[in-house]
């Protein structure tokens, strides 16, 4: 009897010594919440008391980092630990290097064989671009005018402002998201110069010292010079050599243009010449060879102006008179008559026709040689 409840006692005393053995290490201070920009380190640290055996690092419920009394064992590059001792505390610090936005969410540390932890929240910022549509800007006088500024790739958005640094009439500024792009603010200011200076615009983004500024110049012009100058500032300088360029090369087309037409005149009017010159040319040949023809030519001298003439009416008949039936030849048979050689020798200088007419009927001849 004496003996089992001695080893009643025994166990008891073992299990009271587990006890106090697993309560005698706990966190005493775990991880607190963090906001990170991307790209640069995190870090949280977590406290525990002696005797200790087995400390986990969770992100998002993975465990990427472990350290036992022995040392530490690492899954990861990016995830690193240091190790603080101050007298019966021991403090775990794990490094997040390179921090992403993935990177964001629930950190945690644990104990082996402990329901206790300590867990914190990391955020993670993304500094963007702040973008102008130019550095300088001309406008006219007391007359209203806009300017806007873009922040593109910031997460979360950053609050835009407006440092102004020209004498106004009135100015005003608001916010808007772009439609296109959730992860853009446009920021307008509206504006009456009365001078010319500086505007600024201001990207400033909360929960950390994140700050991006742009500045334009601003250069106001008199009334009537501000049409003038307006164009010409508008443009960037990109453009402005663009259209110097087009217009040197629109110029030296039209050169090259009028000097091709000007050639194609020239040869178009040297064409006419030559022709008309070959057509010259050509109607003295033919008069050349038609004159020696002529020379050899026979005038026929048989035409007299009566024989040519119809006879006479009679004054009792109103009918004209038939011809008599005659054994002759006809006219037209018969070779015409020639006369003496005398009248032959005179010169002529073109064909000669004569004409014979008996009665009624008209005979033609015409020589040609």
């Known amino acids: 009897m004496d003996g089992s409840c001695k080893g009643v006692l025994a166990a008891l005393v073992v299990v009271a ?28 640290n977590c406290t525990v008391s002696r005797g200790w055996s087995l400390i986990m690092w969770a992100l998002n419920g993975t465990v ?18 240091e190790n603080y001792t101050e007298g019966d505390d021991f403090t775990s610090e794990m490094i997040i290097h390179d921090v992403q936005l993935s990177d964001a969410g ?26 102008v549509p130019t550095d300088s800007l001309v406008v006219i006088e007391d007359e209203p005018c806009n300017v806007t500024c873009r922040a593109v790739g910031w997460i979360p958005l950053p609050e835009l402002s407006w440092e102004i640094g020209v004498p106004v009439t009135d100015s005003s500024f ?6 296109d792009d959730p992860a853009s603010v446009l920021s307008i200011l509206a504006l009456t110069p009365r001078g010319s200076g500086n505007l600024t615009c201001v990207a400033e983004m909360k929960g950390l010292q994140a700050r991006d ?31 110097a360029v087009s217009f040197s090369l629109l110029f030296i087309l039209i050169i090259v243009l009028i000097v091709i037409f000007c050639c194609c005149c020239v040869s178009r009017r ?19 060879t038609f004159e020696p023809k002529l020379k050899n030519g026979n005038e026929n001298y048989g035409y007299s102006a009566e024989s040519a003439s119809p006879p006479a009416k009679s ?10 039936p005659s054994n002759r030849p006809p006219p037209s048979s018969r070779p015409p008559q020639q006369e003496p050689d005398l009248h032959q020798q005179a010169p002529t200088s073109r064909p000669h026709v004569s004409f014979y007419t008996v009665g009624p009927r008209i005979t033609r001849n015409v020589t040609l040689v």
């Open 17 to 44: 010594g587990l006890a106090a053995f697993g309560s005698g290490y706990q966190i005493i201070e775990g991880p607190k919440n963090a906001t990170v920009r991307a790209g640069q380190e995190a870090r949280f």
């Open 64 to 81: 990427v980092l472990s350290v036992t009394p022995m040392g530490v064992i690492i899954t990861s590059n990016r995830f690193t630990s």
């Open 106 to 131: 629930h950190i945690k540390c644990s104990l082996q064989n402990s329901g206790r932890e300590g867990s914190a929240f990391l955020s993670v910022q993304v500094v963007g671009k702040l973008l």
């Open 174 to 179: 608001h916010s808007v998201l772009v439609p």
């Open 213 to 243: 500024s742009r500045t334009i110049n601003l250069t106001v012009a008199p009334p009537h010079l501000g049409s003038i100058d307006k164009l010409g500032a508008s443009l960037p300088t990109w453009a402005i050599a663009l259209l």
């Open 270 to 288: 040297e064409k006419t010449e030559s022709s008309s010159l070959r057509k010259s040319a050509d109607v003295e040949t033919n008069q050349e």
């Open 315 to 324: 004054p009792g008949s109103s009918l004209p008179a038939q011809p008599q």
